[in-house]
């Protein structure tokens, strides 16, 4: 990351904000994450085999360092999770990062089945030599809240099911958009001679996160409540991240010569009640034509906006305050561009916030990975 935006992290973006267990009034670090950590050590001294899931576009600040030690003593998988929101050129380095580290790592999506099946087929040989001679083999699934650990847990379940022949139908895993759904490890068992379960358990952060990047990019891909940090700052920390990459640089091609196609620009058509609902995966049903006109046209305008003000900018985004004052121009943007009324400051700033940041994390903005590759050899896992 260019050293523009580590200033502004330092200096404006967060100010005297901590990620310590002790710090504020808001409490990240809840009672029954550590005791789960607890139960999680003395489970992985007990399994055969750990699948850590991490976050596919922060595929280093999504690891619990706390750890780390433990698991890299034991066979291990990293499965990058949710790759269809990051970029792939850039995950394909990261997955020859880590096998170059002597990693086994595997990039999917934890709601597909052919994707999920590849982790499988991977756990199976990576347990080959083991399955001769163990009647009962265990598979643990870690990683810090909202990575997507329950979401594969099922989809495992799933696919088990209709290759093994299992007696019992047992729970699914409880699956939720918000850090901290699952609260205690379950077993569920998907295949017999031998015998094989795998455990789940709860997402868990370290104790304290001294580095602030990391810390804010957990919180922007949703492993950390946003009331942690709050959304106005999540929100200038992604635009500073697009900023000194010069990504709205690149949205050009999506809407050039759009301005002579009437059709194409949201308001030539009725627009429906707009809400920040319309901007999230809809499993139940397929949204009617014109929400999805309507949407694609806020997400067209959010990028036109950013490159517009990007483009236009005659400052230096190296230096931290040129960078403050284009965030705040873009801000002035974003609210026309996701049409959020007039209303007091903070409130409309608020509101401009969150839904940027749902745009970001539905993939809507386009794929991305927030942690950079490391350019040298010492060891990252």
Known sequence: MVMGLKKVVKKGLIGDMSFAKEAGAINWFPGHMAAATRAIRS????????????????PLSSANEDLQPQLSAKRRIIALNKKDLANPNVLNKWTRHFESEKQDCVAINAHSRSSVKKLLDLVEFKLKEVIAREPTLLVMVVGVPNVGKSALINSVHQIAATRFPVKDRLKRATVG?????TQD???????????????DSPGVLVPSIPDIETGLKLA????????????????????AILNTRGTPLHWKYLFEGRNNEGSSHPDSIDKPSYNLKDLRHQRSKQPDSSAVHYVGGVISEVQRSL????????????????????IE??????????????????EARLMVSKKFLTLFRTGRLGPFILDDVPETDEPSL
């Open 220 to 239: 922007l891909s949703g492993s950390v409540k946003d009331s942690v940090v709050g959304e106005e700052r999540l929100a200038q920390y992604f635009l």
């Open 177 to 181: 958009p918000l850090p901290g759904v």
């Open 185 to 199: 490890i379950a077993g569920f068992k998907i295949a017999h001679r031998p015998s094989i379960y795998v455990l």
């Open 307 to 326: 490159y517009t003000t990007l483009s236009e900018f005659d400052g230096d985004i190296e230096d931290e305050n040129d960078l403050e004052c284009l």
């Open 43 to 58: 489970r992985l001294k007990l399994s055969d085999l750990v699948i850590e899931v991490r976050d596919a576009r922060i």
């Open 329 to 346: 121009q873009q801000f002035e943007a974003l609210q026309k561009a996701l049409k959020v009324s007039t209303r007091a400051s903070s």
